[in-house]
């Protein structure tokens, strides 16, 4: 079973540039999260996407955005960034189909490092 | 807006000491998580508890979930080295599935 995967590792971007980052989920799960986790911070809940539609989204301006696709890997996209967009950010995969969904079990991938200059 | 607080936010320690970690909130949550994150890695899940007052035990970690399942203990006894590393708490509200609120995250450091 191949765990949650994410690209880049690491990214150096400037103010005001575009950013899309990359997620593989666990084989056989259906949905991804996103956090994103400042440092020294706990992660903050993005947006979740669940058979290619977004499920549910935290406090984060329109400028993040997302997309599914139909083998549940996902991108999260952010416009126009901000100094305060460098964190780590995580993908998290889940499967929804099989039980009480807050039982259900997420699995984190390694994050990228956002450097936002 | 849910929030968790965490706390102590830093515990510097002894190999061999007991500590307990606190997760609180005024909101109920439907069920909650610690996980364990190490540097340059996601968070790894510890343990999930649902039921109010329910205790779970993972070798030398409990886990305790309020009556009121609005707040969260972290209790690791003689603690080890290799114990050290960033304990998160996240709840997951009601109606939201598992869109996790995390509090601010708990530094550990086991000294030798």
């Known amino acids: 079973e191949t765990g949650v995967t994410q690209s880049p590792t690491h990214l150096i971007k400037t103010r005001g540039q575009q950013v899309t980052l990359r997620c593989s989920s666990q084989?056989?799960?259906?949905?991804v999260s996103w956090y994103q986790q400042a440092l020294g911070q706990g992660p903050q809940f993005i947006f979740q996407y669940y058979r290619e539609e977004e499920n549910g989204r935290g406090n984060f301006p329109p400028r993040f955005s997302g997309l599914q696709f139909p083998n549940y890997s996902s991108e999260l996209n952010v416009n126009a960034l901000e100094l305060d967009d460098s964190a780590l950010y995580l993908c998290a995969s889940s499967s929804r189909d099989r039980g009480p969904f807050f039982r259900e079990t997420q699995y984190f991938g390694p994050g990228t490092r956002l450097l936002v200059l | 807006t849910q929030l968790l607080e965490q706390s102590p936010q830093f515990l510097s320690i002894q190999e061999g000491e007991n500590l307990t970690v606190y997760c609180n909130s005024s909101s109920v949550f439907s069920s909650l998580q610690w996980y364990r994150q190490e540097p340059g890695e996601g968070p790894v899940l510890l343990v999930t508890v649902v039921t109010g007052g329910e205790v779970k035990k993972l070798k030398r970690l409990t886990f305790q979930f309020g009556d009121a399942r609005k707040d969260s203990s972290l209790h690791i006894t003689a603690a080890q080295t290799g114990d050290t590393g960033l304990y998160l708490c996240?709840?997951?509200?009601?109606?939201?599935?598992?869109?996790?609120?995390f509090g601010g995250g708990t530094r550990l450091m086991v000294k030798p």
């Open positions: 996240a709840g997951a509200p009601g109606d939201a599935g598992n869109m996790l609120t």
């Open positions: 084989s056989g799960h259906n949905t």
